[in-house]
């Protein structure tokens, strides 16, 4: 009888078994055929950002959904891939997929604990969960994720699911992939990892978010003692590298979305030239830009322009706090708002948003999310001290509750304020365009639009450089005398308009040299050349230099700047000066590379001297080079003697109603160029002239850039004669065209003569009074 049970119940056995295979036999022939394709795998191509770099290959600026830089399973050290091994599929070389003898040791586990915690997923079957499945926790999908894990293993190497593995997994921090995790926990390369910090990175992809070393830096060191104590009991490493590694403090980078070198500008033009030429490609196929920047003059000029603006704005005083907060007494809730209403404000770098939560008469206390409540002194409020006045108005006075702007100067907390005003530099070198920095504002976070390139203003003073230029061409010398005396325009010449034009301080000094007229910045006697060439000569003449007709009528208010010019144009124009005579436009993109570091596009500038197209007689940019040093030694640009160099030239301007100041100025081999206004256009101030707010900004980047750059000056060329002339200054060496002698050179007197043969002379003599 026992033994017809036992038959009956092998029988049994063996009929359940040979259901359970058939049923799997069906399953298999019907859902294996209709699992997904795996040409995302074999073809793998990962999202990897748009990067944009300087010429020198620091990195300025990442555009992407995804923080991913790509490595090859060869260039990753072996401890790494051993402490991934390690905390995630220690049997990944041995098993097909799945690990049977991992999935006994979670069933009994989770028999032992009566639910389920651990899921005995491989490698392989986290791939195929990344990629086809969802992370819903039901038997299809684990049964599909077996299946397609034993597909993965039939096409792929095990050195190419790792490597899959590798650059996809999201890690936290917005990082996907264990290099990219590298630089977003530690700020360094993966084969820079200690072993401590590779544990830390492989016990991620079990929880990113709990494991986070700078969200839960507990949570995250058990999770790396762990791995390490596999890492030592599979003899992936010796006992004193294990001793060494667990010991090791913990630290991380808290890295904001911040570069090193701040050229945020620069890489949003770089970020439209990918997107106008790539489409959406841009973000996801790991093109990196290189820009001609270079890093020292990107920072100095950036330093330059921020701290320019701001002793602008603390010329001017405080204005009052931003906003105000009301306080409760719950220290807790409160220190909760304040930090809400506190990250809604702009981030600017080194000027911290915080609110006032004490005042007396010299001291105030002010909460700052970064190093809770700090206390600023006398010192520190010297600047805003006017608004503890209990006299002001409530919306002006600095009060408890008050939002306010902190600086810290050598561990002295300071009262600032966020600029209304303005600024643009760039800086390019003159013989191939290559821009060597860029500002295109005070903070791009704040303000976008970018000055430099988009900000049409009037160049004032600046632009009589190139109405002098014409006037050399036309046969003025910079000996010619000119008249610098009172002018009453006829409105016909000026568009409609009756015109009674003065010098920027009000005096006229009778006859002087155009020289000196140009150092000294004379409005009259720009005026008086321009009538003498005529403003359709000029207005023709300065497309030597890049500029449009149509931006600058022919009218006689062109010889004090009143046309339109960017920031940018202004460095293009000067350029032909500075690289004696060509036409070299900007450019900011050097090459493109793919995601495999392969060149894909490359910029081919031309050269002055060579290839570039001559516009300008090479004696007329060294005349002009030789007047406009003169303005950087005695004239309105004499501040830059402070530079102790002799081979600075260039001008200053400003405007009607200081509404814009400017300076242009250049050596041989760089043209910068500062602009400082506002948006909306108002007057900086009486006394705000291009030599007190854009130039001072100049100076302080050559200053950086050119410090250990020795002095080069262009040879005289053939064609120009040296006259001992007598000057304001004394006798000096002058410079004259050959075919235009030094022959009773005054302007501005009854009869007198510019020494030129040319017919417009007897056409216009008689406007020259």
Wanted: hydrophobic letters at 40%; proline letters at 5%; one cysteine or more.
């Amino acid at each position: 009888m026992m033994q017809r049970w036992l038959v009956l119940i092998a029988c049994l056995v063996c009929a359940l078994i040979v259901a359970l295979v058939g049923a799997i036999t069906l399953t298999l022939v019907f859902t294996y055929p209709r699992l997904p394709s795996l040409e995302t795998l074999t073809d793998y191509k990962p999202k990897i950002p748009l990067r944009i770099f300087t010429a020198d290959g620091v990195q300025i600026g990442e555009f992407g959904e995804e923080r991913r830089d790509f490595v090859p399973i060869e260039k990753v050290p072996l401890l790494m891939k051993q402490a991934i091994l390690a905390a995630e599929d220690e049997r990944f070389y041995s098993h097909g997929g799945v690990d049977y003898i991992g999935v006994a040791r979670a069933a009994l586990s989770n028999l032992a604990s009566g639910h389920a915690q651990s899921g005995a997923s491989t490698i392989t079957m986290q791939v195929a969960r990344n990629f086809f499945l969802s992370s819903e926790k039901t038997f299809s999908r684990k049964f599909n994720e077996a299946l397609l894990s034993f597909k993965i293993e039939h096409s792929l190497s095990k050195d190419k699911i790792l490597e899959i593995y590798i650059n996809q997994i999201y890690l936290g921090q917005r990082a996907y992939g264990f290099s990219a995790a590298a630089q977003a926990y530690y700020g360094k390369s993966l084969p820079s990892l200690s072993i401590a910090e590779m544990a830390m990175l492989a016990g991620l992809p079990k929880a990113p978010s709990s494991y986070n070393p700078i969200v839960n830096p507990k949570r995250a060191k058990l999770r790396q003692q762990y791995v390490l104590r596999r890492m030592r009991e599979l003899q992936m490493i010796d006992e004193a590298q294990f001793d060494s590694a667990k010991t090791e403090p913990l630290t991380v980078v808290r890295k904001s979305e911040s570069f090193s070198v701040p050229a945020e500008y620069v890489a949003e033009m770089a970020r439209q030239f990918a997107v106008d030429k790539y489409k959406d490609a841009a973000y996801t196929q790991g093109f990196q830009i290189y820009t001609t920047l270079l890093a020292n003059h990107q920072t100095a000029a950036y330093q330059s322009a921020r701290n320019g603006i701001l002793a602008y704005d603390r010329r001017h005083g405080y204005r009052g706090p931003e906003g105000f907060i009301e306080l409760n007494n719950s220290d807790s809730m409160q220190r909760e708002r304040l930090d809400e209403k506190l990250s809604e404000l702009p981030p600017i770098p080194s000027l911290f948003p915080a609110i006032v939560t004490r005042v007396s008469n010299n001291t105030i206390d002010a909460y700052l999310p970064s190093q809770g409540t700090v206390t600023v002194t006398a010192k520190g409020l010297q600047f805003a001290s006017r608004a503890l006045n209990n006299k002001l108005a409530p919306t002006q006075r600095i009060r408890v509750g008050a939002i306010i702007r902190l600086q810290q100067v050598k561990e002295e907390w300071q009262v600032v304020q966020l600029p209304d005003v303005e600024v643009a530099m760039v800086a390019m070198d003159p013989n191939d365009g290559a821009i060597k920095a860029l500002v295109g504002g005070f903070d791009f976070n704040r303000n976008k639009f970018n000055h430099v390139t988009q900000a049409w203003r009037q160049p004032g003073s600046t632009f009589k450089p190139f109405i002098y230029s014409a006037g050399i061409e036309r046969g003025f010398t910079p000996a010619t005398q000119i008249n610098d005396a009172p002018l009453i325009i006829d409105p016909a010449s000026i568009g409609g308009q009756r015109w009674e034009p003065k010098n920027f301080d009000g005096k006229f000094m009778g006859m002087m040299t155009l020289r000196d007229a140009l150092t000294k910045s004379k409005n009259l006697v720009s005026i008086r050349i321009l009538q003498s060439i005529t403003p359709n000569y000029a207005q023709a003449y300065i497309s030597k230099f890049g500029f449009e007709a149509k931006n600058h009528p022919a009218y006689l208010t062109m010889a004090l700047g009143a046309g339109m010019v960017t920031p940018l144009q202004m460095a293009e124009g000067y350029s032909v000066f500075a690289n004696s005579g060509y036409r070299v436009p900007s450019y900011f993109i050097d090459h493109v590379t793919d995601a495999k570091g392969q060149v894909i596009a490359r910029t081919q500038p031309v050269h002055a001297g060579e290839n570039a197209e001559r516009t300008l007689d090479a004696r007329n940019a060294f005349i002009m080079t030789s007047i406009m040093r003169d303005v950087t030694r005695f004239g309105t640009a004499a501040k830059a003697s402070v530079l102790n160099r002799n081979d600075l030239a260039g001008k200053t301007g400003t405007t009607n109603d200081t509404h814009d100041a400017w300076f242009a100025g250049y050596t041989p081999d760089l043209v910068a160029v500062s602009w400082v206004g506002f948006d909306q256009p108002k007057s900086l101030g009486g006394s705000e002239t291009g030599g007190a707010a854009a130039l001072p900004i100049w100076i302080e980047y050559i200053g950086q850039v050119l410090k250990d750059v020795p002095e080069r000056t262009k040879s005289m060329p053939d064609g120009v004669i040296v006259v001992p002339t007598e000057t304001s200054r004394g006798l000096r060496d002058e410079y004259f065209y050959a075919e235009f002698p030094q022959t009773n050179p005054e302007l501005g007197l009854d009869n007198a003569s510019t020494g030129n043969t040319d017919p417009i002379e007897d056409e216009v003599k008689d406007m020259l009074f």
